[in-house]
């Protein structure tokens, strides 16, 4: 395993240290993860976050083996307001993710119900705050290229392929709406915010006229090409937030207990080995009006491509599989049958 780590500031999307950035300490304020997630919600600019806590609202679910598995959020939060936020953070995507993600809201919203309550039995539902689950997300949803499953068809395609994400957005917002009125019930709500997408706005190097939303997807994005003396000097200057320049500040990774360093140096090995494959497969744009994935026949890529390009895929994938075991680049060009430079395009891509 390669211990090494390249940067001063740890990748935003490993699972330990995003886990780090929104930990909370007793009784101390964690002003970066307030300042994140009170940034990225419009709701919370008149109802902001207060308090956040590590998230227990854990539910057990058995299959039909009778196994069972623990449905997990990483965060829970209470706005002003006492509603409900769950935050969890998704590197690559399952097929039904958004029915996923969905249940996993429900779950919260539910357990709003569990312990002690004032108001009487009888009006339990009285006590329903209002539940947002909020994901972030390392793909383009527009450029999905579809994930193959024995049983169903991947549900993301159609929605993408019907409904689009416009330029110049970022984020999803889904809440219940009546498609005859338009009414919503907003009780539960899912905020999806895709990181790549967030490049539209141009995030590195940073200006003094980014809002904390912008500094924060600059960071998610970019954290390798910041240094503590430029973070010091754009605090300093009055150009960085207090919120973000915190945050910066947990994601220093040698101040880090040892413990802590070596359960991110093995997220970031995992991520390289397992993630980066299927996240720069999904990034890539297949310059067709959508991808099929095929039961008995693989990848199909519309029409006219068919297995052709289906194995082109293929290729690519294996590629990025030896990339991750840091294969040279030539060795992998002459096993796998690509170019060199569409090799290295791959590896810009994912790594």
Same mark, same amino acid.
């Given at each position: 395993?390669?211990?090494r780590?390249?940067?001063? +500031? ?69 706005t ?11 590197? +690559? ?9 969905? !249940? ?34 390392n ?8 994930? !193959? ?14 409904h ?85 500040r ?26 980066a ?34 194995? !082109? ?19 992998? !060009? ?5 170019s ?12």
């Amino acid at each position: 395993m390669n211990s090494r780590i390249e940067s001063a +500031y740890a990748n935003f999307l490993s699972n330990t240290a995003f886990k780090h950035l929104l930990a909370v300490s007793g009784r101390s304020e964690n002003l970066a993860a307030l300042s994140l997630l009170n940034s990225l919600i419009p709701d919370f600019e008149e109802d902001p976050i207060r308090s956040l806590e590590p998230a227990c609202t854990d539910k057990e679910i058995t299959d039909a083996n009778n196994r069972t598995r623990t449905l997990q959020m990483d965060f829970h939060a209470i706005t002003n307001r006492l509603e409900h936020v769950t935050i969890e953070l998704q590197l +690559y995507r399952h097929i039904l993710f958004d029915e996923r993600a969905l !249940a996993y809201a429900a779950v919260a919203y539910l357990q709003q119900l569990e312990g002690p309550r004032k108001i009487p039995a009888s009006e339990w539902y009285k006590s329903l705050r209002k539940t947002y689950a909020v994901q972030f997300l390392n793909y383009d949803s527009n450029k999905i290229t579809g994930i !193959a499953d024995p049983y169903i068809t991947d549900p993301m395609i159609k929605r993408v392929r019907e409904h689009p994400m416009k330029d110049g957005y970022f984020m999803k917002w889904y809440v219940f709406t009546d498609k005859f009125s338009g009414q919503e019930i907003d009780h539960i709500q899912l905020l999806q915010i895709e990181l790549p997408r967030a490049e539209m706005m141009g995030l590195f190097p940073p200006s003094r006229d980014f809002n904390e939303k912008r500094w924060w997807m600059s960071l998610f994005n970019h954290s390798k090409e910041y240094s503590p003396e430029f973070v010091e000097k754009l605090y300093r200057e009055g150009a960085m937030p207090q919120g973000v320049y915190e945050g910066l500040r947990r994601m220093e990774v040698k101040t880090w207990n040892s413990t802590l360093q070596k359960k991110y140096k093995e997220d970031v090995e995992e991520m390289r080995e397992f993630y980066a494959p299927q996240i720069a497969m999904d990034m890539l744009d297949a310059k067709n009006e959508g991808i099929v994935i095929g039961k008995e026949e693989g990848i199909a890529i519309g029409e006219a491509r068919g297995k052709e390009e289906g194995i !082109a895929i293929e290729k690519r994938k294996t590629a990025l599989k030896l990339l991750a075991k840091k294969m040279d680049i030539a060795d992998i !060009a002459e096993i796998i049958g690509l170019s060199i430079e569409e090799i290295k395009s791959l590896k810009n891509v994912a790594f």
